[in-house]
């Protein structure tokens, strides 16, 4: 969600002025499995969290596979 910034001026002459913000409303989910970008078809125990880019959605995978014996863990740049 964007950050949400009032800016109030306090020169003004006609004095306090009312200012309200509303926050945009959403479908929210109480649930990790219940969000709609997330594939939970192998939710086990121990399950792992893989973003899946060809589907653009959050994918648990119960097992990790390499074909060059390597594993590399990156999680990106923020």
């Known amino acids: 969600m964007a950050n949400i910034i009032a800016k109030i001026n306090g020169n003004n002459n006609s004095g306090p002025q009312r200012v309200s913000v509303q926050v945009p409303s959403s479908t929210s989910s109480s649930t990790f499995k219940g969000l709609s970008d997330v594939n939970v078809t192998t939710l086990e125990d121990g399950a792992l ?3 899946d880019a060809s589907t653009q959605k959050f994918t648990t995978r119960t097992t990790i596979e390499t074909t060059t014996g390597t594993l ?7």
């Open 49 to 51: 969290i893989q973003y």
């Open 72 to 78: 590399k863990f990156s999680g990106g740049q923020f």
